[in-house]
């Protein structure tokens, strides 16, 4: 296929990209025309995304959705979904949507059989007749694992938090730093807690670690090895090094290498969400992604939510040199949303090159970043407004009080939310003094839910995924593999040898040399 920018889709876009860049362009006068917002809005059931306030005419679309024509998203749609090898740089399909297929027309048993399994678990639990080896019911979850296999689990165990069931607490471990180990076992009593061991490949160095030393701290409570049993389980690929940690084969959740690990919480790596809000909350999360991916499959590209949203980055990094976005909820409980978002994003698309290793000819991968509003703008939304980085943001809030009595309070959040994306388009010039002046034409998305449920949470997420798929085909460049990470892995394994070798550290460079003598002296 021809380099991106050698597409007519992407000439005829960077021509029509001047005219945003013109002395007097102003965002905010493309809404004297027309019926602004509801040419530049889109609802998918109770999510509502309103794009009115990008940089874009109907023009800019007609040319967006002819460079999705151009890379051939329709085709790489049908490909993910039908199970093509589409992360063909390791030979995987990438079937995360397969996870949330409703049973009857599931054509994964697998898949059905493990949700009936977590369905049982979870009710053992929740009942009780799952009991510790002291014959206690559990009362806390630590789930340990890291990436995949903790931010999507943990992001949406807290923003469902409304939800939580009375039974049991559930708690998230990922550093191999011991101190989160430590602090999240303060309170907790080894005969009522269970551990699940989630990893991929369980291969992975920190949550190896932490399942080791959590085990340790379980024995160490006079406990011998046979109760491990009632008391660790694990979700994994790799079923065979779960049973060599000491793993019950009834108490090993399977995973699929089809599922990516940033994709999984739709998996049995959800059975910490599971286990936190019940089994129907779960399985409503599910129905909230698979409607999402009916949409994702069947919309036309004009209308297609996670295809807008993506062409309008490919547009702002291509054309407006933009390096990042901001994500910003308008809700306490999505606070961890932009971390879930950093990996979905950057491990996806922080790569240079087609899968066959030619370098792409344009930039990829902006950074993602945010926390909830409004604290943030208290903290770095100055530089939105002011700085000379342009940065677009995603603003996403909920309509309902999260709190029913505190409606008021809840209107100034919204009402926060709402101003800011306005002050970013809008600016304000100051007669006097530049330094007092903003700007404005900042472009945003709001993305509106009606209410903060399992069902909304799951299409938010997989409206997300998909974006990051279509950018990836846009951009030419694999979204499922990810082997950055792996070097800095590699040489962690080295590194943690020359603490103890002399030899081996005298091989080193002199920074990793000079840094490690330090530390030795200092430890
Ligand atoms: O950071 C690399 C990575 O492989 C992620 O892609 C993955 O989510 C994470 O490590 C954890 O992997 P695993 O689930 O195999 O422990």
Not at 108 to 118: C, G, S
Not at 171 to 199: E, R
């Amino acid at each position: 296929m021809n380099p991106l920018t050698a597409t007519p889709a992407w000439q005829a876009l960077s021509d029509h990209s001047s005219s945003f860049k013109q002395e007097g362009f102003r965002c905010g006068d493309l809404f004297k025309e027309g019926n602004r917002f509801g040419d530049f809005s889109l609802r998918h059931e109770q999510l509502l995304l309103d794009y009115s306030k990008n940089f874009c005419t109907k023009g800019t679309f007609n040319l967006l959705l002819n460079l999705a024509e151009q890379t051939r998203v329709p085709e790489a749609i049908e490909a993910m979904f039908s199970g093509e090898e589409v992360n063909s740089t390791e030979g995987r399909a990438a079937l995360h949507t397969a996870l949330r297929t409703p049973a009857a027309s599931n054509q994964f048993p697998e898949v059905v059989a493990t949700l009936n399994r977590m369905t049982d678990f979870v009710h053992g639990i929740h009942s009780g007749e799952w009991r510790g080896c002291e014959n206690d019911r559990i009362t806390d979850v630590v789930n340990i694992g890291i990436g995949g296999s903790d931010l999507g689990p943990a992001m949406v165990t807290e923003a469902l938090g409304a939800f939580a069931s009375k039974h049991v607490n559930v708690h998230f471990v990922s550093n191999v730093d011991p101190s989160h180990l430590n602090l999240s076992l303060t309170n907790l009593n080894p005969a009522t807690t269970l551990f699940i061991i989630a990893s991929k490949s369980f291969r992975t160095l920190e949550t190896h670690e932490n399942a080791n030393s959590a085990r340790q701290w379980f024995l160490d409570a006079g406990h011998d090895k046979a109760q491990i049993a009632k008391h660790f389980i694990a979700i994994s690929t790799n079923l065979e090094a779960a049973r060599e940690f000491g793993i019950d084969a009834e108490n090993l959740f399977p995973m699929w290498d089809w599922v990516g690990g940033r994709f999984s919480l739709w998996s049995a790596i959800g059975l910490s969400i599971a286990l936190a809000i019940g089994m129907k909350n779960f399985q409503a999360l599910l129905a909230g992604a698979h409607s999402m991916d009916l949409h994702f499959r069947s919309a036309s590209l004009e209308n297609n939510m996670p295809v807008l949203m993506a062409l309008l980055t490919v547009w702002y990094t291509g054309f407006f040199d933009a390096h990042s976005t901001a994500v910003v909820p308008y809700s306490h409980p999505l606070k961890q949303l932009p971390q879930f978002l950093q990996q979905l994003y950057m491990e996806s698309l922080g790569k240079r090159t087609t899968p066959e290793g030619k370098p792409i000819s344009t930039n990829s991968g902006e950074v993602i970043w945010g926390t909830e509003g409004t604290n943030g703008q208290h903290s770095y939304f100055q530089l939105l407004h002011q700085g000379t980085e342009f940065i677009p943001v995603d603003f996403i809030a909920i309509a309902k009080p999260s709190i029913p009595e505190k409606t008021e309070q809840h209107k100034q959040l919204l009402a926060n939310c709402l101003s800011q994306s306005l002050a970013l388009m809008q600016g304000k010039h100051h007669p006097d003094n530049e330094s007092r002046s903003s700007p404005g034409n900042r472009p945003s998305n709001t993305l509106l839910l009606a209410e903060l449920t399992p069902y909304n949470l799951g299409s938010l997420l997989a409206l997300y995924e998909h974006k990051v798929f279509v950018q990836s085909v846009i951009w030419g460049i694999n979204a499922f593999d990810q082997f950055g990470v792996e070097l800095g892995k590699e040489l962690s394994r080295s590194l943690y040898g020359a603490f103890e070798d002399s030899e081996q550290r005298s091989g080193l460079d002199a920074s990793s040399q000079g840094l490690m003598k330090q530390i030795l002296e200092w430890s």
